[in-house]
């Protein structure tokens, strides 16, 4: 069935360093979305990205969308202490009726 | 606005017995969805409903999960009997899903921690 994977599981940095993760899916997406979970909390938005080789940044966040939109990376600049949580990447697809996926999560730790 | 309201927000239960978990929207969005977390399984999405209608309850695990949405205000998903493996943080999420599916963030609610004993 349809996957999508992410790339790392989990990431330890030291704080100052930069960071990516990186989502797969099997399958060509409408959008693709991305979540912020802090440990213990729920999922929070963070941005949407809609377009074929789009490329957004939010401060010390870039995010991108493949051209072949199966795709997308979330790279974050100068990692903080704050940034620790699990991020997601989901998105909608197209298979007869409209399916919502999440992928399976990449958790960041920030070392001090 | 209050957010998406979930209760209870924490579940203790025997196996086998009936467990209902209540969910209301954000006012104004169309879009109501119900996932399950766990360590080994991730994020799972288990149904979800537009202008109150299931639309893709295709990871609802087995017939022991229901889920409805009577009106645009309010969603139950029950288990029953409930078991040990149902054990898990569940979470509702609501959303404005426009024409085609064009589509807006979620928002979460806080979730409610199910354990099955």
């Known amino acids: 069935g349809q996957q999508v994977m992410q790339i790392p599981q989990y990431q330890h940095v030291q704080e100052g360093e930069d960071f990516t993760t990186y989502c797969n899916s099997s399958?060509?997406?409408?959008?693709i979305q991305w979540y912020k979970q802090r440990p213990g909390g729920h999922p929070v938005f963070l941005i949407q990205?809609?377009?074929?080789?789009e490329v957004k940044k939010q401060k010390r966040l870039t995010f991108q969308f493949g051209e072949a939109k199966k795709n997308s990376s979330l790279h974050i600049t100068a990692t903080q202490t704050t940034d620790v949580g699990t991020y997601f990447c989901?998105?909608?697809?197209?298979?007869?009726?409209?399916?919502?996926?999440f992928g399976t999560g990449t958790r960041l730790k920030v070392l001090a | 606005d209050a957010g998406v309201i979930q209760s209870p927000r924490h579940e203790v239960t025997e196996m086998g017995q009936e467990v209902t978990l209540r969910c209301k929207p954000i006012s104004g969005h169309n879009s109501l969805f119900w996932y399950r977390q766990t360590m080994m399984r991730g994020l799972e999405l288990l149904i979800y409903f537009n202008n109150n209608v299931p639309i893709d309850d295709s990871g609802m695990p087995e017939d022991r999960f229901s889920a409805k949405m009577p009106n645009a205000s309010f969603s139950t998903l029950k288990i029953q009997p409930s078991e040990p493996r149902d054990s898990a943080v569940y979470f509702c999420a609501s959303t404005l899903l426009g024409q085609g599916f064009s589509s807006y963030e979620q928002y979460f609610g806080p979730g409610t921690r199910l354990t099955v004993t």
């Open positions: 990205l809609v377009k074929s080789g």
């Open positions: 989901a998105g909608w697809w197209s298979s007869g009726t409209y399916k919502y996926i």
């Open positions: 399958t060509t997406l409408s959008n």
